[in-house]
């Protein structure tokens, strides 16, 4: 694996409790240029650069269930919180997904229904932060679309939502997120706030996939 992703590697490699081995370092590398890859390579308007570590921790959120399956927490070196069943993992979705808004005629994208695997174990504040990843990248889409058509009182909401997603816990706890990662999402937040829509728009392109485009 490049030597640049070597602090990630670091992580997985903890929280697995051994080394990665060379095919498990390579099935993750082409885990994660696949997921990349699927990103469109075409931009209406000049992609801003984003670090690739950030890319890669975002294309793995995507698979977050299928490596907290195997007991460990994603963005640190263990699931500080514990484990529970699919069942537990069913209810935080469920539960975050009454409590954290979503833009007007937006709908849950179809992997937050319920646990994939019924018989795998996920780290406790898995099932919270995918709903409020999801929210985030809802917002984003809904705060780029109305930027685009010259909404401002759909831009004045998604602002003030995203000023709320501030303080979620999937973007301020320590335990669970990698200091990398909150900086990115508030300087992307700060970016929509301030009117920047290239740099929205590379995040809704490059980590947002499966939510944005809305249904996509």
């Not at 537990?88 to 646990?115: C, F, M, N, R, S």
């Amino acid at each position: 694996m490049n030597t640049k992703h070597k602090p990630v590697e670091q992580s997985l490699a903890a929280a697995f409790q051994e080394p990665l081995s060379a095919p498990q370092r390579a099935r993750l590398d082409d885990r994660v240029t696949a997921a990349l890859d699927r990103a469109p390579t075409r931009l209406r308007r000049r992609r801003f650069r984003v670090n690739r570590s950030l890319l890669l921790v975002a294309a793995m959120l995507i698979m977050a269930p299928a490596l907290f399956a195997a007991g460990a927490a994603i963005f640190s070196t263990e699931a500080p919180y514990g484990m529970g069943n699919a069942d537990a993992y069913d209810a935080e979705l469920a539960a975050a997904k009454a409590v954290t808004p979503i833009p007007p005629g937006a709908t849950w994208p179809p992997h937050l229904d319920q646990a994939e695997d019924r018989d795998a174990s996920y780290g406790t504040g898995l099932g919270r932060s995918m709903v409020e990843i999801n929210a985030y990248c809802l917002w984003l889409g809904y705060w780029y679309e109305a930027q685009d058509d010259g909404d401002s009182a759909a831009v004045d909401a998604a602002v003030a939502a995203l000023n709320d997603a501030r303080e979620w816990e999937t973007f301020t706890d320590p335990l669970t997120s990698d200091e990398g990662f909150r900086d990115h999402t508030q300087a992307t937040i700060d970016a929509a706030v301030e009117g920047d829509e290239d740099a929205v728009l590379s995040e809704l392109e490059l980590n947002c996939q499966g939510t944005w485009p809305t249904g996509g």
